[in-house]
């Protein structure tokens, strides 16, 4: 009985460090991605919010100035 217990409990201290171990690759993981993913997603609203302000494109701006001339 005591045997038995003591597998069961090594089973689950085992199980446990494993789950640590992979919670702890996910978290790694999260720390490399999340960054980016916030700096692209803020780059993108920046982009936006110039075209709102500004909607002609770079090549509208061009042709005006070309036949503006």
């Known amino acids: 009985m005591d045997q038995d217990l ?3 409990l ?3 201290s085992n199980a446990l460090e ?3 171990t992979i919670l702890n690759r996910i978290a790694d993981h999260y720390d490399g991605v ?3 993913m916030t700096r692209n997603a ?3 609203e920046k ?3 110039e075209v709102e302000a500004e909607p ?3 090549l509208d701006k061009m042709y005006e100035t070309v ?3």
């Open 6 to 8: 003591i597998r069961v």
């Open 47 to 49: 982009a936006h919010e």
């Open 42 to 44: 803020n780059r993108v």
């Open 56 to 58: 002609r494109s770079p």
């Open 10 to 12: 090594e089973k689950i």
């Open 18 to 20: 494993e789950n640590t």
């Open 34 to 36: 999340v960054p980016v």
């Open 67 to 69: 036949f503006n001339n």
